[in-house]
């Protein structure tokens, strides 16, 4: 089963009078270069993906963002029980000095960008009400944001600025 196959979503939402799309905001004290490249993904994401409810992705300049059960976390979606609620991501990048210390500007920068994707792929979860086990959950939004990002990386080398 490829998730972004998945038209239920869509279909649900087809007739309906609501706003699509990506919409980003990120803190203004997040890193330059992370910035960039956060509006370069979603630029790219909003060419080959649909979002058929607006999703507003925040990414927030603390190194956690706190889940709705109080965890802190690198990552988190909320998706309304409404489903004519909009959703919305939250991405921390306050560690991203730390992180390129360690793993070099790119590589942190792209950790990030798939955290974003991760949560992307819990977006089409649920507008597709996918009823899984969240070990599997978890498994498909790893698997697919490894090929988005990888995917969004290949085009960039690959096609011409």
């Not at 058929?52 to 309304?80: H, M, N």
């Not at 210390?101 to 507008?127: D, K, M, N, P």
Request: proline share 4%.
């Amino acid at each position: 089963m490829n998730l972004f196959d998945i038209t239920k979503g869509y279909d649900f939402y087809e007739d309906k009078d609501v706003r699509r799309g990506l919409r980003l905001r990120i803190d203004k004290d997040v890193d330059p270069f992370v910035k960039s490249e956060c509006k370069k993904f979603c630029k790219w994401m909003r060419q080959y993906y649909f979002f058929p409810i607006r999703v507003s992705l925040y990414v927030k300049s603390s190194p956690y963002v706190k889940a709705s059960d109080g965890e802190l976390v690198s990552a988190t979606f909320l998706g309304p029980f409404d489903k004519m609620q909009e959703p919305y991501i939250r991405v921390s990048a306050g560690d991203y000095y730390e992180m390129s210390g360690e793993l070099g500007v790119e590589s942190a920068a792209f950790t990030i960008l798939r955290s974003i994707a991760h949560e992307i792929v819990h977006y089409y979860q649920w507008i597709n009400d996918l009823e899984q086990s969240v070990r599997v959950e978890e498994w498909q939004a790893s698997y697919y944001s490894t090929r988005m990002v990888n995917g969004y990386i290949w085009d960039r080398q690959n096609k011409p600025q």
